[in-house]
């Protein structure tokens, strides 16, 4: 069987024509398994960044203001995370001095041991450099920068990336974010998928959806969610613990990051611009039309939901599709007939996606079924976030009196 790859690369500028003025379907972009980091992540790609990125000058202190405080704070470089095409992710401390000798943090940057105090001083530093270093115009950085930074200084959700502190620098600009140690959710998918059982997908699921809930009441749409822009707060060590409960779990156990395609919207706004990749696009996006961007949220989610289910995306070709076939039908093709159909959990006789009912009710995801088909459904008959909320598998997902809490971070020391 097919399993999951990574999304084609995004368009981040999202200024582009009018969909209108595109073709009404066109062909995916090609799989490029390499991607931009991460924000307030690991990287997978780390390997592969140029030597003098890769060992960022540990001696290095970011500068920037206090979201909350506006005071001026300070962290020092550990190492490298992630590299992007304009950007640079650095995991820092708040432990000015401290030895960085990486005592304290495995490989991958996750904390060892888990509850070692220098977990909550930890943040990932996103460094956009502009002009002849960075390779990007100023104009350009401003222009994307601007919104994203205006949308993460108001927002303030535990299942949303955390802005702890920005600076606007000459020849750069830094977004302090809180750090996420367990890679993304595409990486836990693939690598890690025994961990996924029915409990922690559903807690999982259902703080992403009260966190695109608040966006959306917020009238912020996302339109670019996909496994890779969900991060996991706990290293697959903790993820692993049988003794958790998912359902009274306190602290956030995910975070919905990269908010550079975001945007305000208008209550009845129909949008025109086609943003985000093209394997979560929903069927309006890809035939040109104006659509609502809470709604095209709502089609990303199913896409998720269906990758963790199936471990393959809905619109790839079908494991049993002949080559002739494959060839003719294009992902985009498929993406606008709305045609899909259940792979492992597949061979009941009844429905439109012919799912087995019992191999859903076996493992207790019945109600994870019913979402993913009331979503990957045309804009029409699409369910909405909140009938997702109002859900029992969504809204039963969580049991907390006050709600899903943040993590405790260390206050950074202040800058004389």
Known sequence: MMGLHRSSPPNHTCVEKPISQRPAVSHPQSRNPRRRPSESSRDTEVADAPADKGKPNTSEIFKARDRFDGKK??????RF??????????????QIGAENNNSSTRKSGAPTPTMDPDRKTLVAVKVCEHGPRGGASE????????????????????????LKAWSIEPTRALLVLSYCPG?????????????????????????LIGAVQYLHNQLIVHRDIKLENVLVNMPASELADPTIDWVKYPHSVITLTDLGLSRRIAEDERLETRCGSDDYAAPEVIMGQPYDGRATDA??????LYA???????????????????????????????????AEYGGGEDGDHEADIEKFRKRDLVGAMEITEGLLKRARSRWTIDKLA?????????????????????KAEEVA
């Open 73 to 78: 704070r300070k962290w020092q470089a550990v």
């Open 81 to 94: 995370l992630g590299q992007g095409t304009f950007s640079r992710v650095i995991l820092a401390t708040s």
């Open 139 to 162: 104009d350009r950085i401003e222009m994307s920068l601007k919104r994203e930074l205006e949308i993460m200084k108001c927002i303030r959700h535990p299942s949303l990336v955390h």
């Open 183 to 207: 890679g993304d959710l595409f990486d836990v998918a693939t690598s890690h998928r025994e961990l996924l059982g029915p409990s922690l997908l559903r807690r999982m699921f259902a703080e």
């Open 299 to 304: 089609w990303s989610l199913g896409v998720l």
């Open 308 to 342: 963790l289910l199936e471990a393959r995306l809905p619109f790839d070709p079908a494991p049993n599709m002949g080559d002739a076939h494959r060839m003719r039908s294009r992902t985009s093709h498929r993406i606008a007939r709305v045609e899909w159909r259940w």
């Open 390 to 410: 109002s859900s029992p598998w969504v809204a039963g997902g969580i049991d907390l009196a006050n709600g899903v809490t943040f993590r405790e971070e260390e």
